[in-house]
């Protein structure tokens, strides 16, 4: 995918429907229309025929969309057949969720590495995986190749922590703390604030 030929708004559905195309495929269902992957997804049809419309045409009129042709092109657009390695750092109780949780419902994404300051934590496993001092960050990650990693430290030290990531290599951070991070264009960040989210959600319903 070229960045200045697919909006950031639809590269972010991608994922959204290649996981429910796979749920529907297991469902044994082989063939859908955009309005019926719009009462699955919640994205309305019409954004989900531009979006489908910047790869191509990959539905016929009248017809609609076959599930496992539209579940393997996006499997290759979204590199699924790769298995991304992907390390935490941070590992209070939000990374401690995550690495229990470690995306068991995605094949192809893995937390294989997390960083702490904590001694009491450094040397053991959590979830299965090892925590390192965060004093070995660069020379980890750089021995295995990681190069996205996940930012769960208290905000105080997250831009510190940002840059020692970029400088290790790092080129996407998901970021969850609120501050709000300072890294080179080449850099990608995606800031998930819950207290943010929760806010606006609370907004909404009173509005």
Do not use: W
């Not at 970021?175 to 819950?194: K, Q």
């Not at 806010?199 to 509005?207: A, G, H, P, R, V």
């Amino acid at each position: 995918m070229e960045e200045n030929k697919i909006p950031q708004a639809t590269a972010r559905r991608l994922p959204l429907y290649y996981r429910h195309l796979n749920n529907l495929h297991h469902q044994g269902k082989q063939r859908i229309s955009s309005k019926e992957l719009s009462e699955a997804v919640k994205v309305d049809p019409t954004t989900i025929r531009k979006d489908f419309s910047y790869f191509g045409e990959l539905g016929r009129k009248g017809y609609g969309y076959d599930i496992q042709h539209l579940i393997h092109f996006f499997r290759k657009t979204l590199d699924q057949d790769e298995l991304a390695k992907v390390a935490l750092v941070g590992v209070g109780n939000l990374g401690t969720a995550l690495l229990h949780y470690n995306f068991i419902k995605n094949n192809n994404t893995k937390i294989e590495i997390a960083f702490d300051t904590n001694k009491g934590k450094i040397g053991t496993k959590i979830g299965g995986i090892p925590v390192h001092d965060i004093k070995e960050l660069e020379t980890e990650l750089k021995r295995t190749g990681i190069n996205v990693a996940i930012l769960t430290v208290p905000a105080t030290v997250a831009q510190q922590v940002a840059e020692q990531l970029v400088e290790a290599g790092i080129e996407g951070i998901l970021n969850f703390t609120p501050a709000r991070l300072t890294v080179p264009d080449s850099v990608r960040v995606h800031h998930i604030d819950l207290s943010v989210e929760l806010q606006s959600l609370i907004y909404f319903l009173k509005n």
